[in-house]
């Protein structure tokens, strides 16, 4: 924080301003689009947030990992004499502090509509650092896809229908039922309810989650996962190579194993906003992704611990 605190200082000092408050020397224009970059890497974790609290209600154990983030972008903006920005980002922290002072866990209902009005305003303001619908879209995606594909007897044909059907968002899933779907679709009513409550679990299992600034939980999690997908593949080598009567079904076992777990993968990936990555890994050969994700968790462990 001290570090970014300093380029926007640095950023204020190359403005130019005289002693006289108001003058200034150096092009606004330039000096806005320096801002803005600055605040796109700050506010990463606020984005992060505000995608999951537009999929659904979120959990306001976001609030204080935002905040600090959201004042010295304010205290920067001020000194820049950004007025309309320092406005937006008022209100912005006002829906906030209405969430803490609420004293429930979940945001929902007109808390969360603050919040969402507030943050669109900021949005409009600086677009490149607040903006959500491209990355929103793609994390989305990825989830959204891989949450089907761990239900089972969902097949391509099923996707098809789902999509054609406009189930296109994490925000549509959430809120249908059985019933929609199968109105909608008109796949078999047992599917459509595995689906409904596969998309109910992943909600409480997020909503449950507390976040952090590192977002080390999540790391963690895809450690965990990736150290189980290196014994699934092992054990489906195995039984590859085995010509013992169980041989065959054990293979089939591990293969279908191993596509949940890489599909827990994907999802994990995708909260975290590495969409890229995920579609890296899609074009890898099995033993490919696993040295591909042992390297992503390596490097993130060196990055976070240069700066502990």
């Known amino acids: 924080m001290e570090d970014l605190d300093a380029s926007f200082a640095s950023l204020e000092r190359g403005t130019g ?6 003058v200034v020397t ?3 224009t330039e000096v806005r689009s320096l801002f803005e970059q600055l605040a796109a890497n700050h506010v990463r974790q606020v984005r992060d947030f505000m995608i999951e609290l537009r999929w659904s209600e979120s959990t306001a154990d976001w609030v204080p990992i935002c905040e600090p983030a959201m004042r010295s972008l304010r205290r920067a903006a001020a000194k820049l004499e950004l007025i309309e920005l320092c406005s937006a980002l008022d209100r912005f922290s006002e829906a906030l502090a209405a969430v803490q002072a609420s004293g429930e866990r979940t945001i929902g209902g007109e808390r969360r509509a603050a919040v969402l009005a507030t943050y669109e305003e900021l949005s409009g303001l600086m677009p490149n650092a607040f903006a959500l619908d491209l990355d929103r879209n793609q994390r989305g995606a990825v989830i959204l ?3 089907l594909l761990q ?3 969902v097949k391509k044909v099923t996707l098809d229908k ?3 059907a406009g189930l296109t968002t994490l925000e549509a899933m959430f809120m249908a039922t059985a019933e929609d779907i199968v109105a909608t679709t008109g796949i078999a009513g047992e599917l459509a309810a595995r689906i409904v409550e596969r998309f109910r679990a992943y909600r409480e299992q997020v909503t449950a989650a507390v976040p952090d600034a590192t977002r080390a939980r999540e790391r963690q999690r895809v450690a965990e996962l990736t150290s189980c997908l290196r014994r699934e ?3 489906y080598e195995r039984a590859s190579e085995s010509w013992s009567r169980d041989a065959a079904e054990k293979k089939k076992e591990r293969r279908k194993a ?3 777990t890489l599909l827990d993968i994907q999802v994990v990936l995708a909260r975290l906003g590495e969409v890229a990555f995920v579609g890296e ?3 890898l050969p099995f033993e490919g992704k696993l040295a591909h994700l042992e390297s992503f968790l390596e490097e993130a462990r060196e990055k976070y611990q240069a700066h502990v």
């Open 145 to 147: 896809q891989a949450l």
């Open 17 to 22: 301003r005289s002693a006289a408050k108001g």
């Open 233 to 235: 593949n092992e054990e």
């Open 26 to 28: 150096t092009d606004l």
């Open 258 to 260: 191993r596509a949940q």
């Open 151 to 153: 239900v089972p007897d």
């Open 162 to 164: 789902m999509y054609a």
């Open 281 to 283: 890994l899609e074009r």
